[in-house]
């Protein structure tokens, strides 16, 4: 039997495990062109609780008592394809199965040879394309400005950090703990660090911090955080929203500070990002990325979870800030 994991509820508020249902289903066959995939990493991503919602958004939501799907890399293990032979790993967008059939479309082959395969899910894939292209087409730092990260020590957060200081940047990274503080700085190279839970203001704290204001802040977090990165924000200053974890759990839309005045005094661009607004353009970026990669330029964390059964207690964790750069479950 192929075990299955559907989506068995729409959350209110915060998601549990019972809004999840392992369901197990008769072992798939490959027909005529298609393919037979066993699941060998599983990304599980902040995004995914937008999806749970039954409402129009950049993605279209899960559909109850049918499979959720993220980042996956899998192994061929049977083929009827001329484009894959057994062995072969590939990575896409694939359903929560241990075993499925594809067509082969939106597949992308991945060697183990360049690089771990998890890291396909990470500073290879979406991840870093995500750091990547958000601070090229409207970060763009440049040297010697302050460039200010929330969820600092997160998948995405770690990699911007970084892709900062090979622009030149002093880069300020905003974390939940002093180990993850230890870890922006000591591993990533960031300049200074914030524990956002031992500060009392954060944007006290981010004014001591950034003593010369940011010019550029990237935010996977919003709420309190936004507000005190944009009142401390530069003339020509530059926001990109990448995420908001924050608020992802919140019934109820939270009313914040009227930041138009603040906009306004500093021409300031603040502009949403969703990487699929750029898939034509994923090839140089991972590119550089690797090439970044390989000249460790840059590196990368992984919280790798083991355990088909583990993938939704490892989504929930997540919103408890419990990994360390990518969540990956290794099946």
């Known amino acids: ?46 995004y995914l609780r937008g999806r749970m919602r039954d409402q129009k958004s950049y993605i279209e939501p899960f559909k109850l008592n049918e499979p959720v799907e993220s980042g996956i890399i899998a192994q061929v293990i049977e083929s009827n394809s001329d484009d894959f032979e057994v062995g072969d790993h590939v990575n896409g967008m694939l359903q929560w199965k241990e075993f499925q059939t594809s067509q082969g479309h939106g597949l992308n082959k991945v060697s183990a040879s360049t690089a771990p395969l998890s890291a396909y899910l990470g500073i290879l894939g979406l991840t870093g394309i995500t750091a990547y ?11 010697g400005e302050t460039l200010l990260v929330s969820g600092a020590s997160g998948a995405v957060g770690s990699v911007v950090g970084q892709i900062g200081k090979i622009k030149g940047c002093r880069v300020i990274g905003i974390a939940g703990s002093d180990e993850k503080i230890d870890l922006i700085m000591e591993k990533f190279g960031f300049d200074e660090g914030i524990n956002y839970k031992t500060t009392d203001n954060i944007q006290q704290a981010i004014a001591k911090a950034c003593p010369d204001g940011i010019d550029v802040y990237f935010d996977n977090v919003g709420g309190e955080t936004l507000d005190g990165a944009i009142n401390n924000i530069n003339k020509f200053g530059r926001i990109i929203n990448c995420g908001a974890i924050s608020l992802y759990n919140e019934t109820e839309t939270p009313m914040g500070p009227r930041h138009e005045g603040t906009f306004i005094k500093k021409s300031v661009l603040m502009q949403g990002f969703t990487v699929r607004d750029y898939v034509k ?13 390989k000249n460790d330029q840059l590196t990368y964390s992984e919280t790798i979870v083991e ?7 490892a989504f929930l964790d997540l919103f408890d800030g419990k990994n360390k750069g990518k969540m990956i479950v290794k099946v």
């Open 133 to 143: 292209l958000g601070l090229e087409k409207i970060g763009k730092p440049k040297k």
């Open 1 to 46: 039997m192929n075990q299955v994991i559907y989506l068995r509820n729409r959350p209110e508020g915060r998601p549990s495990l019972d809004d999840f249902q392992f369901v197990q289903e008769k072992m798939p066959e490959p027909g005529s062109g298609e393919i037979l995939l066993k699941t060998k990493f599983v990304s599980v991503d902040p």
């Open 281 to 293: 353009e994923f090839g140089p970026p991972m590119q550089q990325l690797a090439e970044w990669l």
């Open 307 to 313: 355990g088909f059964n583990k993938i939704p207690q």
